[in-house]
């Protein structure tokens, strides 16, 4: 059945209320907003880049703290330009690009309808091979010779490490090396704000084994990110995992899977988890003449290790958050919007809250929050009243507020007011900590 009209115009909508919400409340920003923006770039206010720093910690624990198989690393965004030769990524990343004839716009070709331009008729060119790496050049001299590039991807970091890793930390196979940061490609059609950037960030790892049980171990690390998601409150029925078919499969890939997530313009990929063989070792070994074979001494065998590469995106996790977390109720005759932001990522996890802005309330609930401060990430509100205190609370997400009022001074109390279900407890103020501790872990 074809989509109806209404919901997806509802869908539509959604996602400008995010990103207007984002805006009003500090999450994201479109970059350079007072020169007209740059296309594929935004910036995080102080709740985005708390909320992404949480949503990169939660990751960073459960990949690689909580493990004994995993290591971290953070290479350079630059790296000798050898490297994306031998990747394959001069020669293969690429999109088709058309050109219209008449306005001289670029697309993707996989993305129009037709061999015309549908706004103004104008017929596209051929398409031809765009290579979506950013290219710079490194010191003084501008040339062909200094060329370099910005990494598209954190993986080849890891295998250019591999040796360096196997030689100095007691690691074997099945192993993993793990990494977060910056990526860089020049999509030909960014968008959806911060779904499909020019600039965005990663979290990968490369998952180092013997070649016999790599199938094993892709089965291993597709259920186990399904659950990060899972773990980060996002909702089961707006994930999916999905199988590569065989015409979607790089040549050298044994099999892959998308975690996809429900967005509002469609189900798209939040992350790729892919059997890559020995591909990248194998390709860096040839073209750098170095060794990057493991002996394995309990076999007595020498082998190229197989990777399993699990790979996630920052900004669309942090967008998925968003998203699940939006929720409009009715309160009497009054709009809320409240973000159910999981308590493990909510930028601000108690506000403390002085019913009005008169002594000795005041002093009471500063010195409040900052004992409340080492245990949680905390907030202090003073302006406003307090209903749309409340309200601006519910929107960026924070589960609960600590209201301190006039009673406060003579039963040693507070109340804890609950974001989702807006209901109010009444706790001694010695007993704060606990009941918080109780609710947010
Ligand atoms: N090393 C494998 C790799 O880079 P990918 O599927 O191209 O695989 C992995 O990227 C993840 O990185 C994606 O699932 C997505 O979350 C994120 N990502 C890729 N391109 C992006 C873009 N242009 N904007 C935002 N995130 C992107």
Same mark, same amino acid.
């Given at each position: ?44 206010? /102080? ?33 000798? /330009? ?21 306005? @001289? ?57 591999? !040796?360096?890793? $196997? ?12 990494? %977060? ?6 999509? %030909? ?61 790089? @040549? ?22 892919? !059997? ?10 040839? !073209? ?38 939006? @929720? ?12 159910? $932001? ?10 403390? $809250? ?40 519910? +929107?960026?997400?924070? /589960? ?37 501790? +109780?609710?947010?872990?």
């Amino acid at each position: 059945m074809a989509t109806a009209p209404l919901p997806e115009r509802a869908r539509q909508t959604l996602m400008e209320k995010l990103v207007s919400l984002a805006k009003r409340r500090g999450f994201f920003f479109q970059s350079s907003e007072i020169y007209g923006g740059i296309q594929g770039v935004w910036d995080y206010g /102080p709740l985005g880049v708390a909320l992404r720093n949480n949503i990169k910690r939660s990751w960073w624990r459960s990949m690689v703290e909580l493990r004994d198989d995993v290591v971290g690393i953070d290479a350079g965004i630059l790296m000798n /330009p050898r490297v994306w030769v031998a990747s394959g990524h001069v020669q293969n990343f690429t999109d088709p690009l058309v050109e219209c004839k008449k306005c @001289h716009q670029r697309f993707r070709a996989d993305q129009v309808s037709g061999p015309r331009h549908e706004s103004d008729g104008g017929e596209f060119t051929e398409a031809r091979q765009f290579n979506l790496m950013f290219k710079t050049f490194m010191g003084p001299a501008e040339d062909s010779s200094t060329q370099v590039y910005l990494r598209p991807e954190t993986a080849q970091g890891i295998f250019v490490n591999f !040796a360096n890793i $196997l030689n100095s930390t007691r690691m074997r196979p099945p192993f993993g090396i793990a990494q %977060i940061g910056k990526a860089f490609r020049n999509e %030909i059609t960014p968008g959806n704000s911060i779904f499909r950037l020019r600039e965005f960030e990663q979290m990968e790892l490369e998952y180092f084994v013997p070649p016999a049980d790599e199938m094993k171990w892709l089965d291993y690390w597709k259920e186990q990110r399904l659950e990060w998601y899972l773990a980060l409150g996002i909702k089961r029925e707006h994930l999916r995992l999905r199988a590569h078919g065989k015409n979607e499969l790089a @040549h050298y890939a044994r099999g892959a899977f998308d975690v996809e997530y429900e967005f509002p313009f469609g189900w798209s990929e939040l992350e790729g988890i892919a !059997a890559r063989g020995d591909y990248d070792l194998d390709a860096h070994q040839k !073209a750098s003449g170095k060794d990057l074979t493991y002996f394995d001494d309990l076999i007595r065998e020498r082998y190229l290790p197989h990777v399993v590469e699990p790979s996630a995106g920052v900004d669309r996790s942090l967008l998925t958050v968003l998203i699940d977390a939006y @929720h409009e109720e009715q309160v009497r005759d009054e709009q809320r919007v409240v973000l159910k $932001l999981h308590p493990s990522v909510a930028p601000v996890q108690v506000a403390i $809250l002085p019913l009005s802005r008169k002594e000795p309330l005041i002093a009471t609930a500063q010195a409040i929050e900052h004992e409340l401060r080492p245990f949680f990430r905390t907030e202090y509100d003073d302006t406003q009243s307090i209903g749309k205190r409340y309200r601006r609370q519910d +929107e960026i997400g924070t /589960p609960y507020a600590v209201t301190i009022d006039f009673e406060t001074a003579n039963d040693q109390s507070a109340t804890i007011r609950s974001r989702d279900e807006m209901s109010q407890v009444r706790v001694p103020l010695t007993q704060l900590k606990q009941a918080l501790q +109780e609710r947010l872990h």
